[in-house]
């Protein structure tokens, strides 16, 4: 049956998928900055050192969204507790990003000594927590023309 406003369904609608979009799109704007580095040592073919280093961003970091990432909180609040129960997950997820590799290898009487340094300089996360996962998405910085 019409109702006497004809346009109430298509209003309804439309608000509904403009609140949708809205909630969609503020909660990459509302969500939490982090500066996360990554840096991985392999020494003659052992792993030397392993380091993730995460930070609150001080300022408001510029750039466009990239790359997302969910993962289980698994009830913790923590990035770092939640970046340590989801390791492997989140280091492929570094992997898929880019990261520098350094190698050298020296031989010496007989003997090859090899160090590899892979590294993910300096990156700007944006980090938005709910109850059900948490949502981590690159920002791509904007090159000046």
Known sequence: MRSRDGNQSFLLRYCSLVTFLFLSYSSVL????????????????????????????????????????????????NLRDILSLNNEIFINY?????????HSEKTTNMQNHSLTIITMPTQC?????????????????????
Do not use: W
Request: proline share 4%.
């Open 94 to 102: 570094l992997h898929s990003l880019g990261l520098l590799v350094q």
């Open 30 to 77: 509302l969500a939490d900055e982090y500066l996360i580095s990554y840096r991985y040592v392999v020494k003659d073919a052992i792993v030397y050192n392993q380091s993730l280093q995460i930070s609150p961003a001080m300022q408001k970091c510029q750039g466009s969204v990239g790359k997302s990432l969910l993962l289980d909180p698994s009830k913790k609040e």
């Open 125 to 145: 996360f944006k980090v938005d927590f709910n109850d059900t996962f948490v949502k981590i998405s690159t920002l791509k910085q904007l090159l000046p023309h």
